[in-house]
C-alpha cells in the first residue's frame, strides 16, 4: 500500500486534525508523482476554508456532508474528544468506504472495550500520537509537533496485519521516532500516570499560588512545571473521568509520596530527606535511559 495514493480523511479540523493535514501534505503528498489527497471536516467552517487556501486540503466538507467524504476516504483519522469518537463511530457505521481504516487520537482508551460494532470491511485501528501544543485550533497546527514524538498504538485480534503495517510506515513518515504497542488497559495506566497525573499537578500547583505576582520571582521551575496547566478544560474533564479509577489511583499513591516528603522536611530528618532525594535522582535517570516499553 503506497502512502503516497491514497485519500486521507480527517475528522475535526483543530490543532491536531490541522497537524495531521499538514503532516501528511508535507511528508507524503508532496511526493513527486502522489496521486493521494487530503479531504477535512469540521464543524465551524472557518478552518475549512483555511486548510482548502492553503493548499493544505483538497476538499472541505461540512459535518452534515461528513458521509460523504468518508465514502471516498481510504485512510481516516477521527480527531474528536474521546465520547464524540466513539458516538461519530456508531453513527456513522455504514458511511466509511470498504477495506478502508480507520483511526482516532483519543487519549483514553478503554472507552472502545465492548463499545463498539463496526462492519467487517473497516479496520478500526487504535492509535495515540503523543503530541501536540497547549494552544487549540486550525491556526495552531504544525506538522512539526510530531517530529522525534512517540506514538502509541493497541492492536486488536480484529487488526489485519498489512493495515497495521500500513499505519506504522504512516506514521514513521509523519516524523514520529518511535512506536509503542501496547493494550488499551496497560495505555490507560501508564497515561494516567504520564500525562494525566502531571496536567493534575500541575494544575493544583497553580491553584495553591498566593497570586499572579509570585511568577515576579520564578527562575523556570515553576514556568517548567506548570506550561501544561494552560489546559483545554472541557477536554481535561473528560479524560480525567473516563480514566478516574487508573488516574485516582496514582493521584494517591502521589499524595502518599508528598506526605512523606513533608513529613522529612518537618521533622529535619536531612538523612531521610537526602536518601530520597538521591533514590529520586537514580530514578530520573534511569527512566532517561529506556527508550522503549515492555508490553
Not at 209 to 226: C, K, N, P, R
Request: proline share 1%; net charge negative; charged share 25%.
Amino acid at each position: 500500500m503506497e502512502l503516497k495514493n491514497k485519500t486521507y480523511g480527517i475528522v475535526g479540523l483543530g490543532i491536531m486534525g490541522g497537524s495531521f493535514a499538514k503532516s501528511i501534505r508535507e511528508n507524503i503528498l508532496s511526493q513527486n508523482g502522489s496521486t493521494g489527497k487530503i479531504l477535512v471536516c469540521n464543524r465551524s467552517t472557518a478552518c475549512l476554508s483555511m486548510a482548502t487556501s492553503e493548499g493544505v486540503a483538497d476538499e472541505a466538507f461540512t459535518s452534515d456532508k461528513v458521509g460523504d467524504m468518508l465514502k471516498k476516504c481510504d485512510v481516516v483519522f477521527i480527531c474528536l474528544y474521546p465520547h464524540a469518537t466513539v458516538a461519530f463511530l456508531k453513527e456513522h457505521r455504514e458511511d466509511f468506504k470498504a477495506n478502508s481504516i480507520i483511526t482516532d487520537i483519543s487519549g483514553v482508551k478503554g472507552i472502545f472495550e465492548g463499545e463498539l460494532s463496526l462492519r467487517d470491511d473497516v479496520d478500526f485501528i487504535i492509535g495515540h500520537p503523543m503530541a501536540g501544543g497547549e494552544k487549540e485550533g486550525y491556526v495552531n497546527s504544525n506538522a512539526q509537533f510530531f517530529v522525534n514524538h512517540n506514538y502509541i498504538l493497541c492492536p486488536t485480534a480484529r487488526n489485519k496485519s498489512e493495515n497495521l503495517d500500513f499505519m506504522r510506515s504512516l506514521i514513521t513518515a509523519m516524523g514520529f521516532s518511535r512506536i509503542t504497542e501496547t493494550t488499551t488497559d496497560t495505555h490507560d495506566y501508564k497515561i494516567g500516570f504520564t500525562s494525566q497525573l502531571c496536567h493534575v499537578i500541575a494544575s493544583a500547583l497553580v491553584e495553591s499560588a498566593e497570586d499572579s505576582a509570585i511568577t515576579a520571582f520564578g527562575g523556570g521551575s515553576f514556568e517548567d512545571l506548570t506550561r501544561i496547566a494552560m489546559i483545554n478544560a472541557p477536554l481535561w474533564t473528560e479524560l480525567f473521568i473516563a480514566n478516574k479509577e487508573k488516574l485516582c489511583a496514582h493521584i494517591d499513591n502521589f499524595v502518599s509520596q508528598m506526605q512523606a516528603f513533608r513529613e522529612a522536611i518537618d521533622t529535619e530528618n536531612a538523612d531521610k530527606l537526602k536518601a530520597m532525594l538521591e533514590d529520586t535522582r537514580e530514578k530520573r535517570l534511569l527512566m532517561g535511559s529506556i527508550r522503549t516499553v515492555v508490553k
